[in-house]
């Protein structure tokens, strides 16, 4: 299922979502996603924060604007961060011009 929000959003929550596809235009506060698996998000704009509990399988998708947008994540497996390299287009779809950082699921201390 793909969920596209045009325009400037205060934030917005997932719940409960599986196979979801979220593409914002502009979110002020932060996108939150809590108890689901294999979703992907696109920030097409300003996105400040993407906050994820409980989630498997999350892709957030950055681009030349939102490249400072914070991560933030607890209970999650298999977190993913794609961002353009610098001086690559954003709509670019080829993989070379794009970097893909996972997120740590372990840490030692």
């Known amino acids: 299922m793909e969920i596209r929000i045009?325009?400037?959003i205060k934030s917005v929550s997932l719940e409960g979502c599986k196979k979801v596809v979220l593409i914002v235009d502009s979110v002020v506060s932060d996108v939150n996603i809590m108890n689901s698996s294999n979703i992907k998000v696109f920030g097409n704009d300003q996105?400040?924060?993407?906050t994820a509990e409980s989630t498997n399988e999350l892709q957030v998708n950055l681009n030349h604007k939102n490249k400072n947008c914070k991560v933030i994540t607890t209970c999650t497996?298999?977190?993913?961060?794609?961002y353009p390299k610098e001086g690559a287009d954003?709509?670019?779809n080829d993989n070379i011009n794009w970097n893909?950082?996972?997120v740590?699921?372990?840490y030692e201390s």
């Open 6 to 8: 045009v325009g400037k």
């Open 47 to 50: 996105m400040k924060s993407v």
């Open 77 to 82: 497996r298999a977190v993913w961060i794609r």
């Open 90 to 92: 954003d709509q670019d």
């Open 100 to 102: 893909k950082q996972p």
């Open 104 to 106: 740590a699921e372990i």
